[in-house]
């Protein structure tokens, strides 16, 4: 009861009357003045400029002792820092709470990695059309994966592949009714899940024709395709079959971590999620689970610390709902990517510029330069000397709209 008053109080501060009209994106003048700036680009931290937002976008960054626009919104900033919004490339967001968590926690653009029902292709209108603050969505509606389960029911073309989906034609509807209903992206699947007990990670379940069947039809409809993968042989036969992204990667070979650098393959390792299958509480708190991760981690860390050595992009992803119960978070995902070995710049881009990238993005969002959408947070100390300061986010701001301001509850000096 009390979570339903909740989420319905929410709702109504996310949600105008229905009579209201949708708000466009911010079009008054926005300063962040005092900032010191790291932009994403990879280009050294700039200190004390002014960040000066316009119709949503970045107008100009310039010397903090340079006259701004008058009568501008600001927000002294204080010596804190700023950086591009971050991205989270793999979600499951369903739920308007869900949206408010993850861009109070510094995300401001996601991609969905499959929802039940398409509420993420809602939510991308919502946020387009400026009835929600954000996360800019990307979606990808319903997974193709050989079992339906509920999910037939998101839409009754899906009904006579509610019991398999295994052949090419099966394969092919259901990638063509994802794009009917307006997706920008498919999600399919390799192999079993690590989060189920009584599936085995490592069990490829689609092969590489299949995949291929996949990548194919979706590139027919200009859509790419994030491949869930656990197991090796599974991953390979994704990356063959022209997966643009493998998510999860735990046990990755050699040879499939070189197919992935010749072909330009992102990696997804969603590495915050396994952490919390070893761990109490957040979206697993299953006993075999927690045995589960504890043996997969170690493996995973592997796989990552060698992507990365090789020069396979690596992506930041979150892989949780943002639940009410979720402890998975972008910021714990870029810390981890430090402990694993990454300069505290190359997991930040990660998040960001590298990020965009992968989404085909990049030339609106994921670095904080002149054009670009106005998708940045504030946070209180340097995050390239303590990655650890992303996770305490003080302002979001989203296509130039603050989502999120404590700036006034004090910052100490
Ligand atoms: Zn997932």
Known sequence: MRRLACTVALCAAVLPPATARAQPAATKTLVLL???LIDGTGAAARRNVSVIVEGGRIARIVDGRAPIPTGADTIDVAGRWVLPGLIDVHTHIATLPSMRRALESGVTTVRSASVPAYQDVGARELVRRGVLPGPDMLAAGVFVTPYLGETAMADPRLAPFAREVMSPDALRAVVNINADRGVDVIKTRATER???ADQDPRKQVYDEA???VIVEAAAARNLKVLVHAHGDEGAY???KAGAHSIEHGTY?????????KQRGTYF???YATVVDLTSPGGDYDEPPLRVRGLHMLPRLGESVRKAHALGVPVVAGGDTQYGPQSVTRIPHEVAFFVDLGFSPMDAIRSATAVAARCLGIDQRTGTLVPGKEADLIVVERNPLEDVRALQDVLVVVADGRVALNRVPFGLGR
């Open 237 to 239: 036969a994704a990356v």
């Open 252 to 260: 990755l070979s050699d040879s499939t971590l070189a197919l992935m």
């Open 210 to 212: 299949q995949l291929r």
């Open 34 to 36: 005092n900032a010191n």
């Open 194 to 196: 690590a989060g189920l």
């Open 268 to 270: 997804v390792p969603t």
